[in-house]
Structure formats: C-alpha cells, structure tokens
C-alpha cells in the first residue's frame, strides 16, 4: 500500500517542486521494490478514455505512448521512498508525474502506481481579480503618511 502519494500541485514558472510517492508492502517476508517516477505528457483523463477504447492486448503500448522514465530506486525490504524533485519548472514540465512501484517478492510481478498532475503558470500571469480588489480596497482605507 501507498502510505504517502503525489498529490495535484499548481505551481508559477520557475518554482521549485517536490512530489512525495512512499510504499509499505504488507507482511513480514523481505521483498525487491523498485520504484519509478514517469512523466507523461497527457493528463490522466485523455489517458484513460484512450486505454478504455484500445484493445486488451495493447493496453501497456497505449499508456506508455507518451511516457518518459525519469528515475528509478531499488531496494530490498518493506519500504520504499523516493521523492520526485523539480527545480525551476518550465511551461514545458506541465502534465501528470506518475509514480510506479514494483514488487517482484512473488512469482508474479506486482505494479502499484499514482500519479499527480502537475500544471504550471506563466510567471507574467494577471493575478487573480479578488487579490487586486483587497489590495486597491486597503491602498484607498490608509491614510498618507507624512
């Protein structure tokens, strides 16, 4: 199980993010985690709508179509951690971070994932018209200082 996921995040051009992606696996034996972080290009939604319209057999090609590794932890044990770090984001780095984790303790390899959508804003952006009301509202209340 998942005991810390990425969550959506909206962020200006040029700032610093960080995405959080934890897992536990249940019992006491020893297992082989591995974790990744992808990025994919499309948002969830579009995502899903294709994989729901692709046939069976495909559905890995049609999830990966626009998916890019950007790292990769292993470890042996219980717990795995690895928090996603962006620095500076751009326009471009806009779309969903999905974290992927990997047991491999069984004959068969289990794949866990969340993801989180990550949307960036021009740094020029107007802010938003509330702000600018509360801040001509408390500029008129003041008196000049002499």
Not at 24 to 49: C, D, F, M, N, V
Not at 68 to 91: F, Y
Request: proline content about 5%; charged content about 30%; some cysteine.
């Amino acid at each position: 199980t998942f005991t810390e996921v990425p969550k959506d995040v909206t962020v200006r051009e040029g700032d610093d993010i960080e995405m959080p992606c934890a897992f536990r696996a249940s019992g006491s034996t020893s297992y082989s985690l591995e974790i990744q972080w992808w990025y994919l290009k499309e948002p969830a939604r579009e995502l899903a709508h294709e994989l729901a319209i692709s046939v069976p057999g495909s559905r890995s090609k049609v999830a990966n179509k626009d998916a890019t590794k950007i790292s990769t932890v292993r470890v042996q044990g219980n717990d795995i951690s690895h928090r996603l770090r962006l620095s500076g984001v751009r326009r471009q780095d806009e779309g969903v971070y999905q974290c992927r984790v990997s047991d491999y303790s069984d004959d068969e390899t289990q794949e866990h994932k969340a993801q989180a959508l990550l949307r960036v804003l021009s740094r020029f952006s107007p802010p938003d018209v509330q702000a600018a009301e509360a801040v001509s509202h408390i500029q008129s209340g003041a008196a000049p200082r002499r």
